[in-house]
């Protein structure tokens, strides 16, 4: 008898390799596993965005964020995704997300520590992001 890992026991291992430094590049087919089992649930589709993001592949980002901001739109690392992604992809509309982000982080304050923290890990992780810093400047700064 085989005993396949749930949804969300891909995700937590998921998160943990990705909190050990585990590359991008290797995360992605994970989350895509999870996101086909699961396509109703918005965390995998923010974390999904956000490893195609890391991994430069700012189209399939902007498709995964897309997805996550519709499932969760009170989800402010979901709109902080997709305003990169389009910034990456040359689309209009980024205020829109801004401002849903930057709303939605004064109304759900504890959320600001993990959001500054995936900042400082986007940082680390793909150095001279000027998209990722237009971003936090517009969210934090302004």
């Not at 992605?28 to 589709?45: F, H, M, T, V």
């Not at 910034?87 to 004064?106: D, F, P």
């Amino acid at each position: 008898m085989t005993t396949e890992q749930t949804a969300e026991e891909l995700f937590q291992e998921g998160l943990r390799r990705y909190q050990e430094g585990e590359s991008a590049e290797t995360l992605i087919p994970l989350y895509e596993n999870i996101c086909d089992r699961q396509p109703k649930i918005a965390s995998g589709w923010i974390c999904l965005s956000w490893l195609y993001l890391l991994h430069r592949q700012p189209q399939m980002a902007l498709k995964a964020a897309q997805k996550a901001v519709k499932i969760s739109p009170e989800d402010p690392q979901a709109h902080i995704n997709l305003a990169i992604a389009m910034l990456e992809t040359s689309q209009t509309g980024v205020r829109n997300h801004i401002e849903a982000a930057k709303n939605w982080l004064l109304i759900l304050k504890d959320l600001k520590e993990e959001i500054m923290a995936n900042f400082e890990e986007g940082r680390r992780r793909r150095p001279d992001w000027k998209e990722l810093e237009r971003v936090f400047t517009w969210v934090f700064e302004s």
